[in-house]
């Protein structure tokens, strides 16, 4: 499988995705390890081993890559050893220099706005669950890819709270890439969006909104079956799926 379309977004596995913008193809938060190879996400009411799929053969081919956080659910050893260091990474400034110290050359942290090949590349603000337990998870962001004719707007680990919304009213994007799964601990509320999350996103946007993270990370427990039971008009493909368009 490939993206061959000059706007598109493919499903990978978990939080991976491909997506196409003006014909440049950025790959977010890659995880490439082989089903079972990495732990547990510890203290959560599944023990299995990570990640519980294995990688969908899909054509991975990219022009830069995109990191949203550095937990290992959305970048772990097996893609920091297989991607080319040269690579250009954009990312969270707080972590530009963990990707330097890997070996990886051009790292372009976004404090707020960059452009690679004509798309401009927007960081957007995320909260990765509630209250204290948010804090402690450290910073998360999202970020909205603007061509020429589309507007893509991948939400990264967040809940839904009023920066989102925000975000929505600001870019209008065509596209919206949710991280779905509903993570969490044995204490606390959800790390990640849920059923009620996902459909305030839904109420509050005309684009077409999907939902990714979905069965592939011990700790994500809310299945895309019971996701699509619960939801209208929102897309929840299965790995390797093309999302958009």
Not at 78 to 83: E, K, V
Not at 180 to 185: T, V
């Amino acid at each position: 499988m490939s993206v061959d379309s000059e706007f598109s977004v493919r499903l990978v596995r978990n939080a991976t995705t491909l997506a196409t913008v003006d014909g440049t193809t950025f790959l977010v938060d890659p995880i490439f390890a082989d089903e079972g190879e990495n732990p547990p996400v510890p203290d959560t009411p599944n023990d299995r081993r990570n990640p519980l799929v294995p990688l969908p053969d899909v054509d991975l081919a990219h022009d830069a890559v995109v990191v949203t956080h550095r937990h290992p659910d959305h970048w772990d050893e097996a893609a920091s050893a297989a991607l080319d260091a040269g690579v250009p990474l954009f990312c969270q400034p707080e972590e530009a220099d963990a990707f330097a110290e890997e070996g990886f050359t051009d790292v372009r942290p976004v404090d707020a706005d960059a452009s690679f090949e004509g798309v401009a590349i927007h960081r957007t603000p995320g909260r990765h669950g509630h209250g204290e337990l948010a804090e402690e998870m450290g910073p998360v962001s999202g970020f909205v890819f603007e061509g020429d004719a589309e507007t893509l707007y991948v939400a990264g680990d967040t809940v839904w709270y009023d920066p989102v919304a925000e975000t929505l009213d600001r870019y209008e994007p065509d596209a919206v890439v949710l991280n779905g799964g509903e993570a969490q601990f044995e204490e606390g509320r959800p790390i990640t969006m849920g059923v009620e999350d996902v459909a305030a996103v839904r109420d509050a946007t005309d684009a077409s909104v999907a939902v990714v993270h979905m069965e592939a990370i011990n700790h994500c427990l809310l299945s895309r079956e019971e996701l699509r039971a619960a939801t209208d008009d929102v897309l929840v493909p299965e790995d390797g799926d093309r999302i958009f368009p």
